[in-house]
């Protein structure tokens, strides 16, 4: 009376079997993609990380916009820098620009504030801050040198230079006072 | 004396236009002297092609330096140009541009740590692909021989016959009620059993009693 039973049970074994090699295959194809996922699922995949940070900043000479002497890498190491890559036409850079300025202001003689125009006109760059104020200069980068140099993708993007002159953190995105005031402790002694 | 003058002149205008549109570093502070010959005229337009194409336009969606019209592309191809005209490597350059932007801006990963898979999983998907159709070919041969061998009287024995019945008696009970409904066997159960139980030789045929 069991005779029946028993070769329904050798046809369930059989992909039984195959199921798990299959399984087996699928997992190890599947698991390392999962595991990619997971752990860049936080990332914002505009973002690039900078190999630049924990190393010494590239040097650069500009020219301030509106004239006056170039101003050089090593002339500014001994004080914490904030390096602001920036543009007109840029909108998020308008929306940090207060942000800057005010900070600029209040760490005045602590840290200094240096702009650096991407793409851009130094005419349009003087209209900009004339009507929207400034209390630190921006400098020229006309062949973006100093932007490639920085590994710059896009603005606005900030870089903050300890004093030793190594770049402690670079922010890809606008600034809130939040984000400044945070990225500003890892350079202030 | 002329011609030294000009020189000088040139090399002053030259000096100035520097300080004037801003430089950025030193190359050779970051991947050291320049190691090829430097190149000007055709030669260096190719061959700034040839490495721009190399480096990935960190603006664009894919494309490379020597095919990106962008501002930026140009800037960099701009400067890739300077850096050939100065005699660096094409190994130099990139070092140059990967020391700011990191491996993203290369277009080729370089065969080192974890871009290993990268080279190596289209050969070992092949491989593996390979591997799983030769199995899947081979394996249906041997899989029949081997019941075969093996499992012999077990499937002749195990086939559902006209007489046989399930394992659940209330599912006999009805099997067999059905039998006797469909073919007329008195009790559902076949002649042909009742002659094999009496005489082996005579059985006829399953269902010759309907």
Request: aromatic residues 6%; contains cysteine; proline residues 10%.
């Amino acid at each position: 009376m069991a005779a029946p039973a028993r070769p329904s049970a050798t046809a369930a074994a059989a992909p039984a079997a195959v199921n798990r090699r299959v399984l087996l295959v699928g997992l190890f194809v599947v698991a390392p993609l999962i595991a990619i996922l997971l752990l860049n699922l936080g990332r914002d995949p505009h973002s690039i990380r900078s190999p630049l940070v924990g190393r010494p900043a590239p040097a650069f000479s500009l020219v301030p916009a509106g004239g006056g002497p170039p101003v050089t890498s090593e002339a500014l190491k001994g004080r914490p820098l904030v390096l602001n890559f920036w543009a007109t036409w840029c909108a998020p850079c308008l929306e940090e620009h207060e942000v800057l300025v005010r900070t600029a202001s209040a760490l005045q003689g602590e840290v200094r504030f240096l702009g650096v125009v991407y793409e851009d006109e130094e005419d349009r760059v003087r209209a900009f801050l004339q009507r929207h104020g400034s209390s630190y200069p921006s400098l020229l980068d006309p062949e973006a040198k100093a932007a490639i140099a920085y590994g710059v993708a896009g603005v606005p993007e900030t870089y903050f230079i300890d004093a030793a002159g190594v770049i402690q953190a670079k922010v890809a995105y606008p600034l809130s006072a939040q984000t400044m005031a945070e990225n500003v402790r890892k350079v202030r002694p | 004396m002329r011609r030294w003058l000009a020189a000088v002149l040139v090399l002053a205008a030259l000096a100035a236009g520097a300080v004037a549109q801003g430089r950025g570093e030193d190359p050779a502070r970051v991947v050291g002297p320049p190691r090829g010959p430097r190149l000007q005229g055709a030669a260096l337009d190719a061959r700034t092609a040839e490495v721009a194409a190399l480096l990935r336009c960190p603006v664009c969606q894919g494309l490379s330096v020597a095919d990106s019209p962008s501002t930026m592309a140009s800037n960099m191809r701009g400067h890739v140009k300077e850096l050939v005209a100065a005699g660096y490597d094409e190994d130099q350059i990139l070092a140059y541009f990967e020391r700011s932007y990191g491996e993203f801006v290369r277009l080729k990963p370089p065969l080192r740590g974890v871009n290993w898979l990268v080279w190596m999983a289209p050969v070992m998907g092949l491989l593996l692909g390979a591997a799983v159709i030769a199995w899947a070919l081979r394996a249906p041969r041997p899989a029949p021989a081997a019941a075969g061998a093996h499992e012999k009287p077990g499937p002749v024995e195990d086939v559902p016959g006209p007489d046989s019945l399930p394992a659940d008696p209330a599912l006999a009970r009805y099997v067999l009620r059905v039998r006797e409904r469909a073919y007329g066997w008195p009790g559902g159960v076949s002649p042909s059993r009742d002659a094999t139980a009496s005489a082996a030789p005579a059985a006829p045929a399953p269902g010759s009693g309907a």
